[in-house]
């Protein structure tokens, strides 16, 4: 099933607020990455990599 660009926007908000809720909060570039990777312009390996990068893990 193809994801549209409505739905993975709600399923962004909806992660969003469920973050907020627990005081945690996604830059752009983690909204980004997220978009990337249910589009499947990113492979796992490839999302978790960008994550660490971003949060200065790896």
């Known amino acids: 099933m193809k994801n549209n660009k409505k739905d993975i926007k709600k399923a962004i ?3 969003k607020a469920s973050f907020a ?3 945690h909060y996604l ?3 983690e ?3 997220i978009r990337k990777k249910v589009n499947g ?3 796992d390996k490839e999302f ?3 994550v660490k990068k971003l ?3 790896e």
Do not use: D
Request: aromatic share 0%.
């Open 41 to 43: 312009e990113l492979s």
């Open 27 to 29: 830059s752009s570039e």
């Open 48 to 50: 978790l990599h960008e």
């Open 31 to 33: 909204e980004e990455l």
């Open 21 to 23: 809720v627990e005081g």
């Open 55 to 57: 949060n200065e893990l």
């Open 13 to 15: 908000e909806n992660t």
